[in-house]
């Protein structure tokens, strides 16, 4: 299987700032790789998937870069809305796996 | 527009069996792969299974292989997850997930139902 490996686990960054989450691949996956946005008690919601194309609908401000084994999804100018667990996740061969999650808060 | 809505959860006893329905609509079902994804109270994500379009290939997370059984109906647009001699680490929430690529399967999720809760205790 592959392991996904997510860092920071946890962040915690102020309205306006940049963030980036980095995700890590145990073997290389090219450029499939999904990046989710998940509120408490709520569903994911897709952000990015083939590693840098924005869904529909997801603003501007996330960005996702990376093949091979190394990803970074990148959340400009901030929001109170961004506060979320963001996971990554790959596609590349069966089992899926998920990382374990980066929790944002916003100050 | 797409939606997914889970049912069949709740408590059941470890050993026992319980049946999750996903009703699909808003988009042409026969085309789509769709998915079960779980997580577990305060957990992380986890892929359970895939059935593709058409019925025609099933893939399963290693934790669930032989006891949990993914099928669909496409003249009543719903898929179905059979789960068999479930136990405590079965407990979580289950959703259901639409695969992005029409007539075939990316391996992602652009739609999820709201979930539903499957508890196993005694």
């Known amino acids: 299987d592959i392991r996904m490996t997510q860092s920071p686990s946890s962040v915690s960054a102020s309205v306006g700032d940049r963030v980036t989450i980095t995700c890590r691949a145990s073997q290389g996956i090219s450029r499939w790789l999904a990046w989710y946005q998940q509120e408490p008690g709520k569903a994911p919601k897709v952000l990015i998937y083939a590693a840098s194309t924005l869904q529909s609908g997801v603003p501007s401000r996330f960005s996702g870069t990376g093949s091979g084994t190394d990803f970074t999804l990148t959340i400009n100018n901030l929001q109170p809305e961004d506060s979320a667990t963001y996971y990554c996740?790959?596609?590349?061969?069966?089992?899926?796996?998920f990382g374990q999650g980066t929790r944002l808060e916003i100050k | 527009q797409v939606q997914l809505g889970e049912s069949g959860g709740g408590v059941v006893q470890p050993g026992r069996s319980l049946r999750l329905s996903c009703a699909a609509s808003g988009f042409i079902f026969n085309t789509y792969a769709m998915h079960w994804v779980r997580q577990a109270p305060g957990k992380g994500l986890e892929w359970v299974a895939m059935?593709?379009?058409?019925?025609?290939?099933?893939y399963y997370a290693e934790s669930v292989r032989g006891r949990f059984t993914i099928s669909r109906d496409n003249s009543k647009n719903t898929v179905d997850l059979q789960m068999n001699s479930l136990s405590a680490e079965d407990t979580a929430v289950y959703f259901c997930?639409?695969?992005?690529?029409?007539?075939?399967?990316?391996?992602?999720?652009?739609?999820w139902g709201q979930g539903m809760l499957v508890t196993v205790s005694s």
């Open positions: 996740q790959q596609a590349n061969s069966f089992p899926i796996t």
């Open positions: 997930a639409r695969d992005p690529n029409a007539s075939g399967w990316y391996g992602s999720f652009d739609y």
């Open positions: 059935i593709a379009y058409d019925g025609s290939n099933k």
